[in-house]
């Protein structure tokens, strides 16, 4: 094992199979998960969602992962108290120490054997050794689904560092601003 300038350990990468990753993880929902509708609160749901993302990383990288961020949660249906809620994870596409597992959440009424698509989050973890990023093995894509994946988690990457490059312009140019500036950036707001 040798370092880098870029802090980033190297190791002997190997090559493992998206199917190799999947990671399934179930979980009832009960009243401590409730939120103030009777639903099964967001907070709950995005707990399970960092715990499945973390496992299925893990397992992948085989090093301690950490969540560097999660791209999005989409919410498509409630979940229910009582229902099973059972968690989906598999490496939708990796970089150099980076990780993005899919995640696809279905809750489970039990007793009437109904079974829903509630949600699809996207978490991007890194693999961490002594501290620092280390690292991964690569993705071997077998199926169709698997490239479209592995390329759309790839575009994703990309739009997302482009968008924070932005932003960053637009927070220096406000911080930048002077009060006239702000005010006149503020009419412009409520008029729309």
Do not use: W
Request: with cysteine; net charge neutral; aromatic share 6%.
């Amino acid at each position: 094992m040798n370092g880098t300038g870029s802090g980033i350990m190297r190791l002997v990468s190997t090559s493992k199979t998206v199917s190799s990753t999947l990671v399934q993880m179930s979980e009832i929902m009960t009243p401590n998960d409730a939120n103030f509708l009777g639903k099964v609160f967001g907070g709950s749901l995005l707990s399970l969602v960092d715990l499945c993302a973390y496992t299925t990383a893990a397992r992948f990288a085989g090093e301690v992962c950490v969540t560097a961020s999660i791209d999005r949660v989409d919410f498509h249906e409630p979940i229910e108290v009582g229902e099973v809620v059972t968690l989906e994870g598999i490496v939708s596409f990796v970089g150099r120490t980076s990780v993005e597992v899919t995640i696809e959440i279905y809750a489970e009424n039990i007793f009437k054997r109904i079974k829903r698509h509630t949600n699809t989050a996207r978490v991007m973890m890194v693999a961490i050794k002594d501290n620092r990023p280390v690292e991964v093995p690569r993705l071997i894509c077998e199926t169709r689904e698997d490239k479209i994946r592995f390329l759309e988690g790839k575009l994703r990457r990309e739009l997302r560092t482009r968008h924070q490059e932005e932003r960053a312009k637009i927070y220096l140019r406000f911080a930048q601003a002077d009060d006239a500036e702000l005010d006149r950036l503020l009419s412009q707001e409520s008029l729309s």
